[in-house]
């Protein structure tokens, strides 16, 4: 049975989530995970500097595909602990600034969407060093597919004037634990994350795929709306 949730956490998560519109599958354990951490935070902590420490996980995930490319692939679970650290930097950041009531929306859009693009690319680079030549472009389209799932986000944003990090039931949260186990198989079982890389891009494509037609559809509907307002408007001059 699930434990129901407190007035003060249930108030915190109110609070945190005013800006996102947030779909995950893990949303309400990762909304608890955050609310707990955020009280726990020690006063001293900005928000700048979770945004740094989650980059560093981003540093510790690249360092991983370096020293298994280089050394032995055991070295892929430090890519385990990477997106741990990466979770807790990226997913706080923000939270924080809103739990203390000193949110900087547009700063700290900007320099999230700027470090998540960087450390994309920067994952994508640590897979291209892993595997080998022939695999490389999973790696690059990786980084294209994710870089679209931006761009869809940001149009959606500007279409809809609401900001969602996530495609239905999958979030950055989700991909994280996708990759983490695609690290843990490949220790076990060499050359797996060749094909599961492959199945990931997939996935990533069909999303993809999904969510631009939908936002196409989207803003024909409001296309259809603004012309009928100013019809309407002419028509009442």
């Known amino acids: 049975m699930r434990k129901p949730i407190s007035d003060e956490i249930r108030e915190i998560i109110k609070r945190i989530s005013a800006d996102r519109n947030r779909t995950n599958l893990l949303r309400n354990y990762e909304q608890r995970a955050i609310a707990f951490f955020l009280q726990r935070i020690p006063s001293w902590v900005t928000s700048d500097m979770l945004t740094?420490?989650?980059?560093?996980?981003?540093m510790i995930t690249f360092t991983g595909f370096l020293l298994a490319a280089y050394l032995h692939r055991g070295y892929l679970l430090l890519g385990v602990a990477g997106f741990t650290?990466?979770?807790?930097?990226?997913?706080?950041?923000?939270?924080?600034?809103?739990?203390?009531?000193?949110?900087?929306?547009?700063?700290?859009?900007?320099?999230?969407?700027?470090?998540?693009?960087?450390?994309?690319?920067?994952?994508?680079?640590?897979?291209?060093?892993?595997?080998?030549?022939?695999?490389?472009?999973?790696?690059?389209?990786f980084v294209v597919l994710y870089g679209w799932a931006m761009i869809v986000a940001?149009?959606?944003?500007?279409?809809?004037?609401?900001?969602?990090?996530?495609?239905?039931?999958l979030g950055?949260?989700?991909?994280?634990?996708?990759?983490?186990?695609?690290?843990?198989?490949?220790?076990?079982?060499?050359?797996?994350?060749?094909?599961?890389?492959?199945?990931?891009?997939?996935?990533?494509?069909?999303?993809?795929?999904?969510?631009?037609?939908?936002?196409?559809?989207?803003?024909?509907?409001?296309?259809?709306?603004?012309?009928e307002n100013n019809s309407k408007s002419s028509g009442a001059g």
């Not at 740094?52 to 981003?58: D, N």
């Not at 940001?154 to 039931?169: A, C, F, N, W």
Request: charged fraction near 20%.
């Open 85 to 141: 650290i990466n979770w807790f930097g990226d997913s706080l950041d923000g939270r924080l600034a809103y739990y203390r009531n000193r949110p900087r929306k547009w700063y700290g859009f900007s320099l999230d969407l700027s470090i998540d693009w960087i450390s994309t690319i920067i994952l994508g680079v640590g897979y291209i060093f892993y595997v080998s030549d022939q695999w490389e472009m999973v790696g690059s389209g």
């Open 52 to 58: 740094f420490l989650g980059f560093v996980g981003t």
């Open 172 to 227: 950055p949260t989700e991909l994280r634990i996708i990759i983490s186990a695609i690290l843990i198989t490949e220790v076990f079982v060499r050359d797996s994350i060749l094909y599961a890389g492959v199945a990931a891009c997939l996935l990533l494509l069909f999303i993809d795929i999904k969510d631009t037609i939908k936002l196409i559809r989207i803003a024909n509907q409001r296309d259809i709306a603004e012309r």
């Open 154 to 169: 940001l149009v959606r944003y500007k279409v809809t004037g609401h900001y969602t990090i996530d495609s239905g039931g």
